[in-house]
């Protein structure tokens, strides 16, 4: 039930925006998106829930299909600071396993000046 | 301040020795899990627990053991660490999953801990 992230690794220069995928494939009540930097425990950034779409901060947003069990990470004029590792995680529909969270294997994000 | 505490932060170990890696959160939640995290493998659940007393198997339970007596501990129980058990560990807490529109329950993790065997 592990979900699927894509790409892998994105290089990415200052100012340069970058899109990080999440597919699942069960039925998903929410979708959790972490950042984490090298050394570091993963940070929340947001959480987008099924019948409704939660913006972040900064200039990282995200969006929500239900329908195709996806999840979409919006990094918008990246930042040094935007470098790291991000996670998603997904909650499988309430019905089902509630409280388990399950976490894709990670984007690599790098940002050059 | 509200914080996940995991300890100890580093851990080396010999086989078969019985070890505790400990978490405690301050912040009255009511989920709590571990993970391992593995390079290329993400983070993969141990345990999870959704209050006191109730605990439940995550992807990769084989060799742990977890306990949920109060609400604010979840420790970790490796009762005879092997070698493929080293790892980096982390603890999180939730104040639940139930969410809904406007809410925001994203997981407090701890700093982790990592734990070589021998």
């Known amino acids: 039930q592990q979900p699927v992230q894509s790409p892998q690794a994105v290089i990415l220069r200052e100012g340069e925006d970058a899109v990080i995928n999440c597919s699942s494939s069960k039925a998903l009540y929410s979708v959790h998106w972490y950042r984490q930097k090298h050394g570091e425990a993963p940070v929340f950034l947001m959480i987008?829930?099924?019948?409704?779409e939660q913006k972040g901060h900064e200039k990282i947003s995200a969006s929500f299909n239900e329908k195709k069990q996806q999840s979409s990470l919006y990094l918008t004029a990246s930042q040094l600071s935007y470098s790291g590792t991000y996670f998603c995680g997904t909650e499988a529909d309430r019905g089902s396993t509630l409280g388990r969270l399950y976490f894709g294997r990670g984007t690599q994000l790098t940002v050059w000046p | 301040e509200a914080q996940v505490t995991q300890n100890p932060r580093y851990l080396i170990t010999v086989t078969g020795k019985k070890l505790t890696v400990t978490c405690s959160q301050n912040m009255n939640h009511e989920y709590m899990s571990w993970y391992r995290q593995d390079p290329g493998l993400g983070l993969r659940q141990i345990y999870y627990s959704m209050n006191v007393e109730v605990t439940d198997k995550g992807d990769v339970p084989e060799g742990y053991k977890v306990s949920r007596k109060e609400k604010r501990n979840f420790p970790l129980i490796l009762e005879s660490p092997s070698p493929n058990q080293t790892s980096l560990y982390f603890c999180?807490?939730?104040?639940?999953?139930?969410?809904?529109?406007?809410?925001?329950?994203?997981?407090?993790f701890g700093s982790g801990t990592r734990l070589t065997v021998v």
């Open positions: 999180a807490s939730s104040l639940n999953s139930a969410g809904g529109p406007g809410k925001n329950y994203g997981y407090t």
């Open positions: 987008l829930l099924k019948g409704g």
